[in-house]
T-cell receptor, first 113, second 116 residues
Framework: GDSVTQMEGPVTLSEEAFLTINCTYT??????LFWYVQYPGEGLQLLLK?????DKGSNKGFEATYRKETTSFHLEKGSVQVSDSAVYFC????????????FGTGTRLKVLA | KAGVTQTPRYLIKTRGQQVTLSCSPI?????VSWYQQTPGQGLQFLFE???????NKGNFPGRFSGRQFSNSRSEMNVSTLELGDSALYLC???????????????FGPGTRLTVL
């Protein structure tokens, strides 16, 4: 079945460092891919999405490119801030009669001042 | 548009009791999904409702049930609560219409359930 694998956390970075959180997926057909972010005590917020191969999703300085050849959707940001400290979830949505959503296990990011 | 709302935000129950959680989706969304989030198990899918019918179901015992009303609002019920049911319960809504392109889920803030 479909699955999402993302790198284990926690990831600890200094402010202004470059961020990469790896995400790979297994899916039949043509899934849509998402990154969600969860701040402490809150629900998940949609960060960005991509709906087809080579699409780049971007928001708030974060980017991810849908790479069908490597089945990846890695999240990147050029310069992280303390306020980016949160848990990041990679997810896919696939249609097989109905829409199904698969979430990764989440990667905790801690940014130090 | 108003976002997904969940009530109550916090609940404390004791073992053996039952609880009902409520979710109001984004206006126009017909699909509502429920998830359980715990530190040990991560985000686990409970079930999805679309137009008042359960469309998908995860691997949870029958103590977990749900329903959806004609206005797309959804409730989730947990009977005979156990200590292990302590978790953040998240609701997500989406248009849910097949063949309409990407279907994006939008989450509510969650209900934090503590079972003592």
């Amino acid at each position: 079945g479909d699955s999402v694998t993302q790198m284990e956390g926690p990831v600890t970075l200094s402010e202004e460092a470059f961020l990469t959180i790896n995400c790979t997926y297994t899916a039949t057909g043509y899934p849509s891919l998402f990154w969600y972010v969860q701040y402490p005590g809150e629900g998940l917020q949609l960060l960005l999405k991509a709906t087809k191969a080579d699409d780049k999703g971007s928001n708030k300085g974060f980017e991810a490119t849908y790479r069908k050849e490597t089945t990846s959707f890695h999240l990147e940001k050029g310069s992280v801030q303390v306020s980016d400290s949160a848990v990041y979830f990679c997810a896919l949505s696939n249609f097989s009669g109905t829409y199904k959503y698969i979430f990764g296990t989440g990667t905790r990011l801690k940014v130090l001042a | 548009k108003a976002g997904v709302t969940q009530t109550p935000r916090y609940l404390i129950k004791t073992r053996g009791q039952q609880v009902t959680l409520s979710c109001s989706p984004i206006s126009g969304h017909r699909s509502v999904s429920w998830y359980q989030q715990t530190p040990g198990q991560g985000l686990q899918f409970l079930f999805e409702y679309f137009s008042e019918t359960q469309r998908n179901k995860g691997n949870f015992p029958g103590r977990f049930s749900g329903r959806q009303f004609s206005n797309s609002r959804s409730e989730m019920n947990v009977s005979t609560l156990e200590l292990g049911d302590s978790a953040l319960y998240l609701c997500a809504s989406s248009p849910g219409l097949a063949g309409r392109g990407v279907d994006t889920q939008y989450f509510g803030p969650g209900t934090r359930l503590t079972v003592l």
